[in-house]
């Protein structure tokens, strides 16, 4: 796949992750924690710097009867993780440190019938780089340093945390299916307040074109209105996802702009929802649309349409 990038510092949160893990490895900084070789808990203290690749473990797999806590550094590079529980939620994976997933790698449950909970916590850092996150409860990423590109998620992600952050969201599969365990949709959805000096790009996310329930819901003013004044949001190539976009209060000089969008279906959760939209004052607020698909505005003020195209559209 192309290059994809899900992240707040558009300077490369995973290249700096990756230095930073070869200069630890390199100095001698830091021990090792290995996986248990049997049942127990798999901790990476504060300090460590732990890298798992092919040249360590040949298998390429890690089977987990226990929780994951990374405190310190932990890469998989190449290499699948199964999550061994025996009901939802049985077994964790909790990062208050950093997170590597590279190359291949796969996060999953062990047995299929039962999820695993997925925590990155404020203080955390995750790179998700050409990998795979399968059938978790649900990830929760609290944090405002993360990285997530060239993957695929079958799973729900909420980005929920307090910080503000830079939205570069670029080819990401919502959608994952593993060979004898099954499909999984996925999801984006993000509440964390964006940062409004930024421009905001979202492009090339893709969900499948015949089951229906991926979404990227993009609603920072879950609790209130979200108000900006400056904010840009460019929008291409979404397919097969709904798009929702939430509780904004846009002024004149904030826009959303170059929106390429399409669905194979109409549905209530799966099409181009504005909800609870206010748009301020005189000025180009959405410019180069092209929406194949169901479209609903929801909400006060005017809109300023330049170069167009849209079908189905419902004002509610």
């Given amino acids: 796949m192309d290059r994809a990038v899900f992240r707040r510092d558009s300077r490369g949160a995973l290249a700096m992750a990756l230095l930073m893990?070869?200069?630890?490895?390199?100095?001698?900084?830091?021990?090792?924690t290995p996986p248990p070789t049997g049942s127990g808990d798999w901790a990476i203290p504060v300090g460590d710097v732990t890298v798992i690749d092919l040249s360590s473990r040949p298998s390429g797999q890690i089977l987990l009867d226990g929780d994951l806590y990374v405190n310190g550094s932990l890469t998989l590079d190449s290499?699948?993780?199964?999550?061994?529980?025996?009901s939802d939620g049985h077994r964790k994976i909790t990062v208050n440190g950093t997170l590597n997933l590279l190359n291949g790698s796969r996060v999953l449950p062990y047995n299929a019938a039962y999820c695993y909970d997925f925590l990155v916590y404020a203080a955390g850092d995750i790179s998700v780089h050409d990998s795979t996150v399968f059938d978790a409860c649900?990830?929760?990423?609290?944090?405002s340093e993360f990285s997530i590109s060239?993957?695929?998620?079958?799973?729900?992600?909420?980005?929920?945390g307090a910080s503000d952050v830079v939205l570069?969201?670029?080819?990401?599969?919502?959608?994952?299916d593993v060979a004898n365990v099954g499909a999984r949709v996925g999801s984006i959805q993000v509440s964390s307040p964006l940062d409004d000096s930024s421009a905001h790009r979202i492009s090339n996310i893709s969900g499948s074109d015949t089951t229906s329930?991926?979404?990227?819901?993009?609603?920072?003013?879950?609790?209130t209105m979200a108000g900006y004044s400056s904010i840009d949001i460019i929008i291409r190539e979404i397919e097969n996802v709904g798009l929702h976009m939430e509780s904004f209060s846009l002024s004149s000089s904030s826009s959303i702009t170059e929106v390429e969008y399409s669905l194979p279906w109409d549905g209530e959760s799966d099409d181009f929802r504005f909800y609870e939209m206010d748009f301020h004052e005189e000025g180009v607020f959405a410019e180069n649309w092209n929406v194949t698909a169901g479209m609903h505005f929801s909400g006060g003020g005017g809109i300023v349409l330049e170069n167009v195209t849209l079908q189905d559209v419902g004002d509610e």
């Fill in 21 to 32: 893990a070869m200069q630890a490895l390199v100095s001698g900084v830091g021990a090792t």
């Fill in 79 to 86: 290499i699948d993780l199964y999550m061994d529980g025996t």
């Fill in 168 to 176: 570069d969201i670029e080819n990401i599969e919502l959608g994952v």
């Fill in 213 to 223: 329930g991926a979404i990227l819901r993009i609603d920072p003013g879950v609790t």
């Fill in 138 to 143: 649900d990830m929760q990423i609290s944090s």
């Fill in 150 to 160: 060239d993957s695929s998620l079958g799973t729900d992600v909420y980005i929920n």
